[in-house]
Every structure is written in C-alpha cells, then in structure tokens.
C-alpha cells in the first residue's frame, strides 16, 4: 500500500489518509491521539535546600558539606523533602544543627503540622448562597502616568 493511503476492508479500495467515510459507507475508526508527556516532577536538590537555609563557609567546605549533608539527612528522616525545601525562617543558619536540636525541634514540628494541615469538610457545614443577582460591571482599566498621578 502506498504511503499516506489506507484501504477499505470492505471493497479493497484506496483512500487518502485523512478519509473518514468510505464510498461503500464504511466507517473507517478514529485514531486515538498521542497523549502528551507530563512534564517529570522537579527533582528535589538538597544541596539547593541547604544553600537556602545555611550560610556557606569561605573556607573548610568539605567538612562542612560532609556535616550539613549528615544533619539534613537526620531532618529529612523526621520531615520530608518537599517540606524542608519550603520552609522558611527570618534568617539564615551558620548550620542545620540549630533545627536538629531540641530548642528548635517545636518550631520545626509546628511548620510541619501547618504543612499537612487539611481541612476536615465533614465538621464545617456548606453554605449554598444562592443564584447571582445584578449585572456584570466591566470597569476600563487607564493608563496612568506620573504625570497625570502629579496632576490630581
């Protein structure tokens, strides 16, 4: 068979590809489309985790990665990786081993708490507030210069 060409099971004739009715009346099938790759997740850097949270030493960086590596492990261990790499705090750390130790050990148990929080729907009662009501106001955005914001 030639390419670009299907041929009916029906009367043995050729077609054009993109054909979907034979002159015999046979439907020829639809092919189903190719579904798209999902992009991969983004995989978790924890050395990118430790930049954010940790200063980097100017010297001695080697023991200082073979020690930051073995404290976030120890985090990771009791938290996970996704969460260590969103928490957040006002500054950052000379080294992990203030979020291993027990006076930092509550502040990390509170974040992780409010990053697994879901809501219990069963508890709260749902409101139906009813049909909209009124028209749809469309207001025109302007452009607004300094001048004219120094003008008013």
């Known amino acids: ?17 993109r054909k979907s009715v034979c002159d015999c009346g046979y439907i ?39 020690r930051e590596m073995k404290f976030l492990n120890d985090l990771s261990s009791r938290y996970s990786l996704e969460f260590l790499g969103v928490v957040t705090f006002p500054k ?8 291993v130790s027990p006076k930092l050990k509550g502040t990390m148990d509170t974040k992780w708490r409010a990053f697994n929080y879901r809501v219990d729907k069963n508890k709260y009662q749902e409101y139906n507030i009813g049909e909209k009501t009124g028209k749809d106001i469309s207001i025109p955005k302007k452009i607004k210069t300094t001048k004219d914001f120094l003008n008013e």
């Open 92 to 99: 950052k750390f000379k080294s992990l081993a203030y979020l």
């Open 28 to 66: 020829f099938s639809k092919v189903v489309k190719k579904t798209t790759k999902s992009k991969p997740e983004k995989k978790i850097n924890k050395r990118e985790i430790l930049f954010r949270l940790v200063d980097k030493p100017k010297e001695n960086k080697r023991f200082f990665f073979m």
């Open 1 to 17: 068979m030639p390419r670009g060409k299907k041929q009916c099971p029906e009367c043995s004739l050729e077609f054009g590809a």
